[in-house]
């Protein structure tokens, strides 16, 4: 399956700061595929189509927004949609450095960093951002040279500022995640992710960080949104269904090797989180070679 997804070149020079592709077509006819710079893609009129970020797939609405983060698959197919409309696309990629560093760290700059940040994962926009960036970046599109480059920083801001961003992705499908931004939260991820295929104890997790299993409990809920057992299900979620795209192991193996104890418990656990069974995801993520 690995051949299938597609590492794009893009035609971003050492010297440039961003392209823009601005595009009407009936059908979507690219690949999944992957690239170290950072996309934003906005697609208007393809009500049916479906949305591959990582691990998550999805059917999409009239109006799209999407920000990937370096080297995350995405791709868009055609599914539901039959192209009986021109879809309009905008996409702007621009590399990892476009912020210096030090600037990046900049209190001003913060709303910016941590998009940065949750880009690794996907990020969905809300309609209503989605619905106010759709003429800027129209603008962007037409215009030129630092008046181009002004308006994509500002837009920027305020996508990082706007509310109800979705994260795409399981916690664990990116390799390097640095989401959390907590050396406690960070350390017991390290942890999970460098035992995720053992059976993992509460009790021996809390240890790590001398609290109690009330206190830790309530610091993985306070910084995760989720209980200890679902983010350890999560992070082993994250390697299964990145087994379950770029190898050929059976189900049962993927499951005993992400540490689910029976396959009744895996398909359970794997279809509350994807909506769909580990044989029909492979399904689905097979499926992409239609796009070509």
Known sequence: ?????????????????????????????????FHP???????????GARRIVGDHIAEIDNLELVMTGPNLYHGWENYKNEG?????????????????HQLLHKNILKPIREMFHNANRGILFSQQATEMASERLKNISKKRGFDSYMEF??????LAISREQRLLTNISFQKNNDFFNSD??????????DNYNKKI??????????MSIVSFSRLIKQRTGK?????VNEIRLGYATRMLI?????????????????ISNFNRTFKKKQTCTPSEFRTNFNGVRNVF
């Open 153 to 158: 920083q500002s837009l920027l801001y305020d």
């Open 184 to 193: 406690r939260i960070e350390k017991i991820y390290n942890y999970v992710r």
């Open 246 to 262: 770029e190898t050929n192991k059976s189900i049962s193996e993927i499951c005993y090797e992400c540490g689910f104890n029976n």
């Open 84 to 100: 009986r409309e021109l879809l309009h696309e905008i996409t702007i990629q621009f590399p990892r450095d476009l912020f210096d």
């Open 1 to 33: 399956m690995r051949n299938q997804i597609h590492r794009e070149i893009t035609p971003l020079q050492e010297d440039d700061c961003f392209l823009v592709f601005d595009r009407e077509r009936n059908l979507f006819n690219f690949p999944v595929h």
């Open 201 to 210: 104890m509460l009790e021996d997790t809390a240890n790590l960080l001398n």
């Open 37 to 47: 710079e950072y996309e934003i893609n906005f697609i208007a009129n393809a009500k």
């Open 227 to 231: 209980s200890f057992v679902d983010f």
